[in-house]
């Protein structure tokens, strides 16, 4: 698939901080992208690097194969921030006729947009309500609207999940699965790690400026997997032994715990124990949820 967001080696300096520190990411087109870090490391900055809102001091951002600073490409983009401040005067209605003159829609196209909209965030009823008399949700929602007003090629979504009930989540999920059936790409950026793991194609994770790691969800969530084995006859030979499956063993109550990458692992693991003549009573794996990885890559003291 093509490149929809290429970077390579991006870099800002503020003074004397650097608030991303080498930023190199590729997303294909038409996939739903998930950017995971803890508070401070460069999440925001990124998009904003991205969005060409803000010059990098070094490196190179490209959407679309062409340079993100170009405004010209923004025609093709749609932009939700986490820190929004609409215009509280405007009704709903007004708010998107305005944002819709921004991007130079024709009008009878822009009418019937607008209420195609409307109706899918569940807003139709309050259109000509101000802007003042919504609620945080309510505002999420429409700013989500606005988000795909020109029918972007390309949507950043920077926390759209957040103030909304279960209900309000759940239609921004349908969303995003609609927009990447459409084949626009999605760049999600939340703190709601459940709602990525169901929503994304694959997640970036990012720590103190750089990414540490991309994985493709489905492989991550079927290739991670916890095994608890209580057993007796351990010894520090035999535990050293299970190096040649994991690197990440711990001794528990009654037995060990360890991270496998497949559970295809586990008979070679129970062969192992029994020729080194270890008594087994239970085996029981378990796999990973987004969260636990994201614990493991990005550790403990790093909460989003």
């Known amino acids: 698939m093509a490149l929809v967001i290429n970077t ?3 870099r800002k ?27 401070g490391a460069g999440k925001t900055t990124s998009l904003k690097m991205l969005l060409g809102l803000v010059k990098p001091t070094s490196g190179q951002a490209f959407l679309f194969g062409s ?5 010209r490409l923004r025609e093709q983009i749609g932009f939700l921030p986490e820190h929004f401040r609409f215009h509280e005067w405007l009704t709903g209605g007004e708010f998107l006729r305005l944002h819709g003159k921004l991007y130079a829609i024709p009008h009878k196209t822009l009418f019937a947009r607008i209420e195609e909209l409307l109706e899918l965030v569940g807003l139709q009823p309050f259109s000509n309500k101000q802007l003042r008399t919504y609620s945080k949700g309510m505002l999420q929602r429409i700013g989500l609207a606005q988000a ?25 999920r349908d969303i995003i699965q609609s927009l990447r059936r459409q084949g626009t790409t999605v760049f999600l950026n939340s703190h709601l790690l459940s709602e990525v793991e ?9 720590k103190q400026g750089e990414v540490v ?22 010894t520090e030979s035999i535990v050293e032994g299970l190096k040649l499956w994991s690197q990440d063993i711990r001794l528990v109550d009654s037995g060990v715990s360890l991270n496998v990458s497949n559970e295809s692992m586990l008979p070679q693991i129970i062969r192992y124990f029994v020729e080194q003549n270890v008594q087994i009573y239970s085996v029981q794996p378990e796999r990973l949820s987004l969260e636990d990885i994201f614990l493991r890559v990005i550790g403990k003291e790093g909460g989003l």
């Open 198 to 206: 169901i929503t994304c194609d694959r997640v970036a994770f990012i």
């Open 13 to 39: 300096v503020y003074g004397d901080k650097v608030a991303v520190r080498g930023l190199t990411l590729q997303v294909r087109e038409g996939e739903a992208f998930g950017f995971l870090g803890p508070n």
């Open 8 to 10: 390579q080696d991006l």
């Open 213 to 234: 790691r991309v994985d493709d969800l489905k492989t991550l969530a079927a290739g991670h997997t916890t095994v608890t084995i209580r057993a007796s006859g351990f």
């Open 67 to 71: 340079r993100a600073e170009d405004y």
């Open 148 to 172: 795909l007003l020109n029918r972007p090629r390309l949507v950043f979504l920077d926390e759209p999940t957040s103030g909304l009930d279960p209900a309000g989540r759940r239609l921004v």
